[in-house]
């Protein structure tokens, strides 16, 4: 197990809500990770955090943002919710040149 | 443009045969790097095997084996002896050697390991 933490596993909220997404790390990586999961689309990228307060977007960023105030911790932000949104969020972690190892997801539907 | 195709519509294997899944990538990049990640239905994702451009040999891990061919761009995973904790989607994913560390999936294979 690769100390990862997502919070919360599963939310359901309203559309034009805000929702924090959590994930927690205890391995000290350099790098972490954002994802959503979509069917007939893999895994994308929405942003990424290649240490504390150094972030960058990834291929889906819009509706998106993200801060990482301390090494163990990447939060992602959904502003306000749409219904497009809902999918599962992955977290994932990595030191330089080192395969990603993800967290258990979080399964978000906005209503 | 896509830089992960993984095209093969699902699979059914019979326990204990070998499956090969097929990858190609695009890249202009000559450093990268190239991972297998398996997803059961229960939703996690496990990192299976990995091979940079640079090495020469075919990566193995276990029954998990790489079938890297550079001059056609192409990554399949072999999966030899298939279980049934087998079925699953599997992922290919591309590093590509500009520092940042990301990845870019494939849309997955299913598999399915049948009795």
């Known amino acids: 197990d690769a100390g990862i933490t997502q919070s919360p596993r599963h939310k359901v909220t309203e559309t034009g809500t805000p929702v924090t997404l959590r994930c927690h790390q205890t391995?000290?990586?350099?790098?972490m990770y954002w994802y959503r999961q979509d069917p007939g689309h893999g895994l994308r990228l929405i942003h990424y955090?290649?240490?504390?307060?150094?972030?960058d977007k990834g291929e889906v960023s819009d509706g998106y943002s993200v801060s990482r105030s301390k090494t163990e911790d990447f939060l992602l932000t959904l502003e306000s919710a749409t219904s497009s949104q809902t999918s599962v969020y992955f977290c994932?972690?990595?030191?330089?040149?080192?395969?990603?190892?993800f967290g258990d997801g979080t399964r978000l539907s906005i209503l | 443009a896509q830089k992960i195709t993984q095209t093969q519509p699902g699979m059914f294997v019979q326990e204990k045969e070998a499956v090969t899944l097929d990858c190609t990538y695009d890249t202009s990049d000559p450093s990268y790097g190239l991972f297998w990640y398996k997803q059961p239905s229960s939703g996690e994702m496990i990192f299976l095997i990995y091979q940079g451009s640079y090495d020469q040999q075919n990566a193995t891990e276990g029954r998990y084996s790489l079938n890297f061919q550079k001059a056609r761009k192409s990554a399949n995973l072999v999966i030899s002896a298939s279980q049934l904790g087998d079925s699953a989607m599997y992922f290919c994913a591309m590093r590509e050697g500009n520092g940042n560390n990301r990845l870019a999936f494939g849309k997955g294979n299913q598999v399915v390991v049948i009795p």
């Open positions: 955090s290649y240490g504390v307060k150094d972030t």
């Open positions: 391995e000290n990586h350099r790098y």
């Open positions: 994932a972690i990595s030191e330089t040149s080192q395969p990603q190892h």
